[in-house]
Structures are given as structure tokens and as C-alpha cells.
């Protein structure tokens, strides 16, 4: 399953059910944790599809960075990913709602972006950080990234030009399919 939206300003929001690490990106970003030792969810499967290289350069940061807050995200190459980098991104572990985790959450989109920016990619690619083991509930989770992504992509005047949420599961596309829809954004039928 797949659609994409186009934002007035030509650039588009593309929304894709299925595995991160099939779809190509220049950019993938990962929702890691605190000590960027890997671990189930997307985290394991981007590092099972990237390879060891990935770990490498993460255990090369590692002593440098120490533990990384929530909100916060660190660059690596990205192994055998079809993407040039990956931008492990720590997703806030849901509480209430009312600890900073919506600010957390929405500032781990804006800065994977801005290292998009700065690394000159085109393309990015998010799944739904926090959503899985960290309890964040989805709709919730959706609406913050698509209100960071769409501001994103409204007011850059180069750069990134597709950001793409890859949505694993049915129920978490449709999330994202009815938001989309709400939003006023044109389905693009390219
Ligand atoms: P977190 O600890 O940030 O909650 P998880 O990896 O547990 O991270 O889950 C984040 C989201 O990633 C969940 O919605 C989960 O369904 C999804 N997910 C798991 N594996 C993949 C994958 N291979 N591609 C895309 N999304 C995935």
C-alpha cells in the first residue's frame, strides 16, 4: 500500500505499509534508544539489514556522545541500507503525555531533517518512532510527525525534497491515511 500527497510548493509527503529497510531514501532514520546499543523493533531490524558496519561506527561514537536524550539523534553511513545515512533518532518513552514527550517526539523529527539538510539529501524516510516498545499512542505520535514534517517541508526553500513515512502494519498506514486525508493535502496520481 502506498499513496503520496503534494504540497503547494511541489515537494510531497509519500506514506508506504511495509519494512524501512527495503525502501530506498537518501536518509533512514531509526528509532533508537538512549545508549545506541541496538534492539528489537525497527532499531534491530535496520542494524539485521545494514550490517555490522553500522554498530561499528555507533561503538566509534559511543564513548564520544555518551548517552543520547530524547529528542536528540546522531548520523552514521548506512551499511547495506539502500540510503547513504542513518539518523538514530531517541524517541521519548510515553508516560502521560504531560513529561515533555510531545516535544521530544517532535524535535526528533525536526532534527533528523535538519541533518538531512545539512548532508544535502532529497529523500528521508521515518518510521513511527516511539510507537512500538515505547508506548506511544499512534494517532497521537502521527499527528506530532506530520505537523513537524509538513512545517518542515512548507517552509524550506531547498533541500529535502520527499520525506517518507513507512508505516508498518496496516492499522498504523491507516493511521496515517485518515490524517492525510483530514489534512487538505492533494493525493498526488503520479
Ligand atoms: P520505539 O522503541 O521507538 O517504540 P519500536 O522499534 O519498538 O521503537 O517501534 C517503532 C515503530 O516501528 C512501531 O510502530 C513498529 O511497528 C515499527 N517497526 C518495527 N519494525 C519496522 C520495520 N522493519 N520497518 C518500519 N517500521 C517498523
Redesign the pocket.
Known sequence: MEKRYRLNNGRAIRLVEG???RIAADAIAN?ANSALAGG????G?IHRAGGAEIMRELDEMRPRVGRVPAGQAVATGAGRLPAQYVFHAV?PVYRDGRHGEPEALASCYRVCLEMAEERGCRTVSF????????GYPAEEAARIALREVRGFLESRAAGVQEVIF?Q??EA?YRVYERLLGESGLKEAQD
Open positions: 519494512d524501512i529497510t528509532a528489537g523493533g525497527v532499531d531490524a524517541g518510521p513511527a518512532i516511539s510507537t512500538g516498545v515505547y513507512v508498518f502494519g498504523a
